[in-house]
DNA sequence: ATCAACTCTA
DNA sequence: TAGAGTTGAT
């Protein structure tokens, strides 16, 4: 028997919506500890973590630990149909085949029940090593969804360099070049929009542009983002999810080919 | 010669607005009455019927009984070209094969005016008689239009049940299923967000999504709904519009076979 | 593939 | 408050 109710269901509605168009099918894990998924994307080059814990919950019963295989997009479909100030509950009965999410108006007037297939997903859960990154800059997470969005208008790939002053976003395309510098600023008003640089050593990685926008969906879960980087390791963009957890995704750089696009 | 000035043009905006998807060519029938319109879809499957009393014009001349036929889009692509606080007159002489649209800005600074062929239409002008309603349902306008909306991202069909409890939306699609049960609610701050429930006898009938999602287009012509129901006979899903009449959508229920999608 | 609705930004 | 872009539905 699974029950989790969930007070702030725009939360799980905003984590859907961040997620399903990267991965089309993944399993749910449950446990004492929380509510998890991971899963590559449908490409097999980015990967996603999520971290709900149990505590985050107003109600968290998982008698044991379960998989439950969804597709995201079904998901999501299904928690759009919750208004965003409803409470959510995720029910599954032992060895059952459907979950149900039950949407419950603030008051409590409307009750919404919405039952979905579950399914076999062979998962293939990868343990992901703690590491230790060159660099980690924290910076508001409208401003990183921007930059992003503003450099695909230009190229497909954006440079990510970090050095003691800042970082600096660049693309290159057909029709120009583009470089946002984003200075290390700790002296403003609200925390959430300072720019924060670790650095223990440079470093500069090249990353698809496509995979960052589609990361960047997670920006209405956090004021501010992390981007963990480090020579030869996947990048880690995180958006924390308050009293919560997090969603972390993960996106190796692109071998840097000079001329990949010049080539005859 | 027929002259209707409606001070209030949005009104006449919005009731477009809310018919021009669902029927294409329509009468308008003017009488010392007031001015109406009945009609069947384009499928012949949903009526619509509206009435606006001549006591809501500011000013209302109609000497003798007429009928413009008119295409919906054509009226609506004009009123569009109307502010929203703008006086709309509509006149016509007699004989004439045109109508005008005259469009008045608040500060009489603009006046416009817009002429449009009529057309002839074969009317099927049906008498609508009077029923008794196994149960009448008024809920807020917008909460039906969303359930509505939201169910149609499931399945095809709804099925409202109504009971002394409250009313029961259910559909079922590929996907899962989904219920929407709204409680009786007459607590509440504001009377246009109470759900009120009449009713005689429980009623479960099963109508196409499709038509219910045309006819909440005519949600901003009024905070509230009401939905009435009896088996063997059309639903009517109505919306007031303040000081002037109505407009009424007609629906016969689905016959259900539970078989349907199962059949070889 | 096209059209309409919603959200977010300027 | 208006426009644009994005997303979803038919």
Redesign the interface.
């Known amino acids: 028997m699974l029950e989790l109710r969930l007070v702030q269901g725009s939360l799980l509605k905003k984590v859907m919506e961040s997620i399903k168009d990267l991965v089309n099918d993944a399993n749910f894990d449950c446990s004492a500890t929380g509510f998890s998924l991971q899963a590559m994307d449908s490409s097999h080059v980015a990967l996603v973590a999520l971290l709900l814990r149990s505590e985050g919950f107003e109600h968290y019963r998982c008698d044991r630990n379960i998989s439950m295989g969804m597709?995201l997009n079904?998901m999501a479909?299904?928690l759009?149909?919750a208004?965003n100030d409803d409470i959510i509950t995720l029910k599954a009965d032992d060895g059952s085949d459907?979950v149900t999410f039950m949407f419950e108006s603030p008051?409590?007037?409307?009750?919404?029940?919405?039952?979905?297939?579950l399914m076999d997903i062979d998962s293939e859960h990868l343990g992901i090593p703690e590491a230790e990154y060159h660099a980690i800059v924290r910076m508001p997470s409208s401003e990183f969804s921007r930059i992003c969005k503003d450099l695909s208008s230009i190229g497909d790939t954006v440079v990510i360099s970090v050095t003691k002053e800042g970082v600096r976003f660049s693309t290159r395309g057909d029709i120009g070049t583009a470089n946002v510098v984003c200075r290390q600023n700790t002296t403003v008003d609200k925390p959430e929009e300072a720019t924060i640089i670790e650095m223990n050593e440079p470093v500069s990685l090249t990353f698809a542009l496509r995979y960052m926008n589609s990361f960047t969906k997670a920006t209405p879960l956090s004021n501010t983002v992390t981007i963990s980087l480090s020579s030869e390791l996947p990048v880690v963009v995180e958006y924390k999810i308050a009293e919560m957890g997090y969603i972390r995704f993960y996106l190796a750089p692109k071998i840097e080919e000079d001329d990949e696009e010049t080539k005859p």
């Open positions: 597709n079904n479909k299904m759009k149909c208004g459907t008051t409590q007037d409307k009750i919404a029940d919405f039952e979905m297939k």
